[in-house]
């Protein structure tokens, strides 16, 4: 891709691509480099995008190159011990299984919540906004979902 | 203290919010939310972009001969030949893979596949030993085959309409089919599934015309 196409991607996308990685790393120089690391991609020229497709090429690149350093490292074992038993299920299976839960089992408002946050990259204010309640409502709306997918994966770790 | 600092922290306000206050909680939704700068964000960017490194590794093996510079460096000598030569192996892989794809055949159900990839050219490429297929302008048709084979699946067609599509990927063979699924069905026109051994592939009218 042509560098000013990229530097408009970067200049509207980078923002809540940041959010996204930031919730799902919790840290700041890693979601940096996550981030940078697509748009370098995309520099390099081996990706093209057809019109229409970018936001959803981004913030899904970013969640899956998110979800995939938090497969390779530590962090991993952070999480799972907080959300899933150590069974031999793949970690792709573990993933695909709480997506899954969370559109079948949480509420309506939770799901969108939920995917407003984790897959689009909203800001709490933006998703309180949208949904006309408050930032802390917000936060305790995606705790509870997030304290449901635990209890279905690990009920033992409540 | 910054409370990104403190993963600890973030996780227990996550799981027992009821323990914290509003304004700790809104603390902690500031920084997750701050705005990054996103002009230095660009330009750290672009400076940390390869095109600078591989533009430089190119011009090394074009000037391999022999300027006033080149005749004081042995080392420097020999690194440019290494180069060259890993640049003529990658050449005659992708040559290679490139004959490969284009003399086998398999069934009559993928002999358009196999006819597409005879006037396609792909890339094949090695990065930090992973190998890279680089497929630019190329049908769809043409790198399913390619990267089906990779895979040992099959392709079958729900309806053949998407297969002249041309697309710009690149696929790293260190990349699982998910994956490789995944990255493909953010493209429009098109959906893939996968089935045991089977990639199955239908355009997306077909599929939302059958919901």
Known sequence: MEREAVRSLFMQHYARMQRVARTLLFDVQESEDVCQDIFESLLRGGTDLMPGTEERYLMTSVRNRCLKRLRHENVLQDYRQRTTDNSQESEDDWLEDIVEFATSHLSEREQRIFNLRFTEGYSYEEIAAAEGISKVAVWKRLSHAITEVKKHFNPKSL | ?211
């Not at chain 2, 997750?32 to 490194?53: F, I, M, R, V, Y």
């Not at chain 2, 699982?176 to 959906?191: C, K």
Request: proline content about 3%.
């Open chain 2, 1 to 211: 203290m910054n409370p990104l600092d403190d993963k600890k922290l973030f996780f227990d306000m996550q799981e027992y919010p009821e323990n914290y206050s509003d304004e700790q909680l809104e603390r902690m939704m500031a920084e997750l939310d701050k705005e990054p700068d996103t002009e230095a964000a660009w330009q750290k960017t672009l400076s940390n972009s390869p095109l600078k490194g591989e533009k430089q590794s190119l011009d090394g093996v074009n000037s391999l001969p022999l300027g006033e510079g080149w005749g004081g460096s042995f080392l420097r000598r020999v690194a440019a030949i290494f180069l060259a030569v890993a640049f003529l192996g990658i050449m005659s892989l992708a040559s290679y893979r490139a004959f490969f794809y284009k003399v086998k055949t398999d069934n009559g159900q993928r002999t358009t596949d196999t006819t597409a990839v005879k006037t396609e050219r792909f890339y094949v490429d090695v990065q930090d030993g992973d190998t890279i297929f680089r497929f630019e302008n190329i049908r769809l048709d043409s790198i399913l085959a390619v990267v089906s084979r990779h895979y040992e699946r099959q392709v079958i067609w729900g309806d053949k309409a998407p297969a002249h599509l041309r697309l710009f990927i690149t696929c790293r063979t260190s990349h699982t089919l998910r994956e490789f699924v995944e990255m493909m069905n953010m493209f429009d026109g098109f959906r893939i599934t996968q089935d045991l051994n089977i990639l199955y592939v239908e355009s997306d009218e077909k599929k939302e015309g059958a919901k």
